[in-house]
């Protein structure tokens, strides 16, 4: 079958999205961007608070230089509105008019609170697709609670996971319970437009952050299945079906992963460890402690006895290699093992390389171009382009409000001086 020629056409491109959200739902207008929508993020004069998230651009604090902002933002347009102001909210409202799709990650009751909430939303367009991105959905007991990632994460079940046996669970480095809920805002408001295009009516995609994140964590929870007693306590930590072990260990220049793990699944492969153990790290052959154990980790059975003699086996043979080194050993001899890598190495890696993943964005205002992470996917006719650099505050307001809307320059004169814009 032929293959269709590269367009430069995005698959998207006829649809308009308004982004009213925040660090909850940004990741989800950029997602649609880079599918072609013409996405016009709405923050409030003097720009959004993420604008003010660290790190910065040459560590200067700057609503323009934010790179939390730059990485959530390429391929959008900003305006700034007051949508408490009468006058601002008459401006949204003309905006949603045209919009295809709305997106706003609010506290359940505000967006209605501003007049702009989805039945008000649906009347003035019935065809709108209106995302809302919350910790635990519009409706429902928890649905008003106070919540960040830490606690959407502890709620929705990752928590548990992490950390060590003798202290409580530990937070992942970087916030990411919202970034899973607008990535599935992102495929939900893509299923709403399928049925859309079908019906020509449009709906209320209601994502819970809660909900995603224990999505991501869904063997962890289906494991319950296959083990009568899944959570119990074990040297003052909480086990979790075969996920309790170890599995970060150090190399020569760096750290690896391994799954030292034991189950129905994970036992053979930790017959291949112990083989391996004995055949390349000089361990004796003869040693009955440790060669004993095959049958027992076959049948995915974890010997309390002997885990100190196999973490200590295990620990002298990661140190012994680099990562690279053991990354070969893996692949060659069907061990379960990942190279953990840094900023740096995934910036050097091959792999990327070859795959043409790095673009380069041009910033203007600064003089430069930077590097950016490549597309989430790769579209053989309608490949992803990085068409804008993230917005500076305010940047598309003359091109919106004027261009698009009709506003006289008076008009919008008057607007700025009020606050309103």
Known sequence: ?????????????RYRVLDFSDERGLLCGQLLADLGTDVVVVEPPGGSRVRRFAPFYQDLPD???????????????AITLNLGAAAGKALAHQLIAGADFLIESASPGR??????????AARINPRLIYVSITPFGQAGPKANWASSDLVVLAAGGPLA?????????????????????????????????????????GQHVDVSAQQSVAIAT???????????????????GLRLGILENQIIWPARDGHVTMAVAFGANAGPFMVKIRQFLYEQSRLPEADPELKALSPQLEDGRWPEEAR?????????????????????????????IGSLETLPDVFAS?????????RMVEHPELTRAF?????????????????????????????????????????????EEAGVI
């Open 1 to 13: 079958m032929a293959v269709s020629p590269a367009s430069s056409t995005p698959p998207l491109e």
């Open 63 to 77: 609503p323009n230089g934010s790179l939390y902002w730059w990485a959530y933002n390429r391929n959008k347009r």
């Open 111 to 120: 967006m209605e609170e501003l007049g702009l909430g989805y039945d008000e």
């Open 161 to 201: 996971l992490t950390g060590d046996d003798d202290r409580p669970p530990l937070r992942v480095a970087v916030p990411q319970a919202y970034l899973h809920a607008a990535a599935d805002g992102a495929l939900g408001a893509m299923l709403a437009h399928f049925h859309r295009v079908r019906s020509g009516r």
């Open 218 to 236: 869904q063997s962890g929870a289906l494991a319950t299945l296959f083990n009568a007693a899944p959570f119990r306590r074990h040297r003052g």
């Open 308 to 336: 100190d003699a196999i973490i200590a086996a295990i620990r002298r043979f990661t140190q012994r290699h680099t990562k690279a080194q053991l990354m070969e050993i893996a692949q060659r001899h069907g061990l379960l």
């Open 350 to 358: 091959p792999q990327l390389s070859a795959r043409g993943y790095w």
């Open 371 to 415: 590097a950016y992470p490549g597309p989430f996917a790769r579209f053989g006719t309608t490949p992803i382009q990085y068409r804008r650099r993230p917005p500076t505050v305010g940047e598309h307001n003359n091109e919106v409000y004027a261009g698009e809307l009709g506003l006289g320059a008076a008009r919008i004169r008057e607007l």
